[in-house]
């Protein structure tokens, strides 16, 4: 019987698949190839960030130049123009909640005065000889009829400085009377050195109208040239900031019959007529007149039957970094319009004020129906022109901005203030 031997005893070799083999290399690249990939995608992806750093930079460059805003202010606006509104809006909570709050206590550095004036006037006092038959400066709008009586002075939260609260004759005068009167008063018991401005406009010596600017509000429409009408500037007295912009006023926007932005009932809304007229109304519940030329809503009424309707600061309806915009909570630079019991208009505006401040200032100024403007240091801003002109006057003395805002082109609507008849 033979006996096998293991050197005679060929061995089975693995059967090796090629193309498995080639197909396992190409997953698996070799280790200097993969870092060559590595090494390539993160040069690209730096050459991406600096090219979107390099692209904001020179955005908040260009932007700072052309509207005359501050570098903060401009990279702002340009981050929100990107998409990153909530992350410009915790930011802003941070610095004003935190960084740079506003001064607590003290008083003010300069007296309750405006245009150089802190004496009251008590009453509208004719200032040149008036018209029995007015002319007329805009046809739609008719003539300027009797004045309007000035309110009662205004009440202040702490001990009363001499002139506080009293209203001061503006130098726009309509057949013979003052047509916009001015007020200074400390907003709150904390912010003591620091004033709000309450003006006061007669409507039946001046009409409004709302002008959009060349980019606000948002909307595929014909936004103009962003200024008043040429043939109406020689009639226009007085320019106010309007709303917040559209994707974050929680409400929409109509022009001459054209739905920009869907109106959202319940919101507030500020309308103007081809009369001159003006109403702010909570859409969908109060009566109004047909026929308006635009209807601009933001946020929701602050003023409600001639009560505050900001119950809380930190309400997400008053601002909300996902909606944003910053806490109702910051004290900073607002603005607000309200529509008296009598049909007169008053507006406010100060450096220091939280929604729930800027809503009782409007109630203490008479306000029976009241909505917010726009807000933050570069944008709360009201203008008065005719005599003031060329250089204009802040309505609120100690705003920052250029004082042709309204006037020259602007990228914001406005509201725009029209004398009715000549001085």
């Known amino acids: 019987m033979p006996v096998s031997s293991s050197k005679n005893k060929k061995v089975a070799e693995p059967v090796v698949d090629a193309q498995a083999e080639s197909a396992a290399k190409a997953e698996k690249p070799p280790r200097s190839e993969l870092v060559k990939n590595i090494r390539f995608a993160s040069a690209a992806l730096l050459v991406i960030v600096a090219s979107c750093v390099g692209s904001f930079s020179f955005a ?56 150089g004036s802190v004496d009251p006037t008590g009453n509208p006092t004719s200032v040149a000889k008036p018209v029995r038959t007015p002319k007329t400066n805009i046809a739609a709008f008719g003539p300027a009829t009797e004045p309007m009586q000035v309110p009662k002075t205004l009440t202040s939260p702490v001990k009363r400085l001499p002139g506080e609260g009293r209203w001061i004759a503006t130098k726009i005068v309509v057949n013979g009377s003052a047509a916009i009167y001015v007020a200074r008063i400390r907003p709150d018991t904390s912010h003591t050195s620091i004033y709000a401005t309450v003006a006061w406009f007669d409507p039946h010596l001046l009409g409004f109208s709302q002008v959009p600017g060349t980019k606000m509000p948002e909307g595929n429409f014909d936004h103009g040239n962003g200024r008043v ?18 994707n974050q006023s929680q409400g929409g926007y109509v022009k001459d019959g054209v739905v920009i932005s869907r109106l959202v009932r319940g919101k507030a809304t500020l309308l103007t007529y081809a009369d001159g007229s003006i109403d702010i109304v909570k859409w969908g519940r109060d009566p109004y007149k047909r026929g308006f030329l635009v209807a601009r809503q933001n946020l929701d009424l602050m003023v409600d039957h001639s009560k505050s309707k900001v119950l809380s600061n930190s309400a997400a309806e008053w601002g909300s970094a996902w909606h944003g915009t910053g806490s109702g909570g910051n004290y900073v630079w607002r603005s607000g319009i309200g529509k008296m019991a009598d049909g007169s208009i008053v ?61 020259n082109a602007s990228e914001r609507d406005f509201i725009a203030v029209f004398a009715k008849s000549p001085r």
């Open 229 to 246: 009408a040429g043939n109406l500037r020689k009639f226009y007295v007085a320019g106010l900031a309007s709303g917040y912009k559209m």
């Open 60 to 115: 908040t460059f260009q932007r700072a130049s052309s509207q005359h805003e501050d570098t903060m202010m401009a990279a702002s606006e340009v981050a929100r123009d990107w998409g990153l509104n909530p992350l410009v809006a915790m930011a802003e909570n941070i610095y004003y909640g935190y960084l740079n709050p506003p001064k607590v206590g003290g008083t003010p550095a300069q007296p309750a005065a405006f245009d």
């Open 347 to 407: 507006y406010v505006q100060s450096a220091a004020l939280s929604a729930e401040t800027l809503a009782n200032l409007l109630v203490r100024a008479g306000a029976v129906e009241a909505m917010a403007l726009d807000m933050n240091s570069g944008f709360a801003n009201g203008n008065l022109f005719g005599p003031y002109l060329p250089k204009g006057r802040h309505i609120n003395p100690d705003n920052p901005n250029p004082s042709r805002d309204f006037y």
